[in-house]
């Protein structure tokens, strides 16, 4: 479970902060692609999951679980299981800051 740790702060947080750097310039509403948001908004929840229960889980366990731990975040998550399953979504760059935000979240317990 020290790997899923390691995974969050040396993957992870890097990640968001590099994604919402990329993002400070553009407009809420401008398209974000659904393969983007879905791997910001689910990666690292697995990581929690397991650090948590020991088990290894599929991304929608995963969603699932973080949508129960952080409410706020449920709607994008929603919508990003909907995604998974086929039904076209539109995300925007809002969704990708909220994801962030998600993912700083789950880093925030491996400190």
Known sequence: MDAGRE?????????????????????DDDAVSAEAIEWLALGAQRLVVTMETGRAVSKSEAAGFAARRWPEYADVLTRVLASR???????????????????LDCVALAV
């Open 7 to 27: 995974n969050l702060r040396s993957y992870w947080l890097p990640y968001a902060t590099s994604t919402a750097e990329r993002l400070a310039a553009k407009r």
């Open 85 to 103: 399953r086929g039904d076209t979504r539109l995300f925007t760059v809002l969704d990708a800051r909220v994801s962030v935000a998600l993912v």
